[in-house]
Nanobody, 128 residues
Framework: RVQLEESGGGSVQAGGSLRLSCAASGDTYSTNSMGWFRQTLGKAREGVASIWTGSGDTVYADSVKGRFTISQDNNKNTVYLQMNSLKPEDTAMYYC?????????????????????WGQGTQVTVSS
């Protein structure tokens, strides 16, 4: 089993930056893909970014390309989401997730149904 704990959320003005962290513990060797997802009330959960932990390959949703960066520190079993040029529409609860995929999935790694381990979430609020 894998446990995930997010941190780093908060409130920021539009144009500002935040860095989210996701610390993984437990059977982390059993996973090979980690992702960040976000959700607001009444909307479906959206895949934001993912990283193939073996190669470091990354995938981004079009809405965040060029603004968000996902990275990992394997020594710390931690995945980060650096969010720059934040917009009010980025306001959401952000979740970290992990899974083991049979093969590198590219953009399909942003599908939330492929993930079976989830953190509790951290709130990000961007004001205009």
């Amino acid at each position: 089993r894998v446990q995930l704990e997010e941190s780093g959320g908060g409130s920021v003005q539009a144009g500002g930056s935040l860095r989210l962290s996701c610390a993984a513990s437990g059977d982390t060797y059993s996973t090979n893909s980690m992702g960040w997802f976000r959700q607001t009330l009444g909307k479906a959960r959206e895949g934001v970014a993912s990283i193939w932990t073996g190669s470091g390959d990354t995938v981004y949703a079009d809405s965040v390309k060029g603004r968000f960066t996902i990275s990992q520190d394997n020594n710390k079993n931690t995945v980060y989401l650096q969010m720059n040029s934040l917009k009010p529409e980025d306001t959401a609860m952000y979740y970290c997730a992990a899974t083991r995929l049979a093969t590198y999935a590219g953009v399909r790694s942003l599908d939330d149904f492929r993930y079976n381990y989830w953190g509790q979430g951290t709130q990000v609020t961007v004001s205009s």
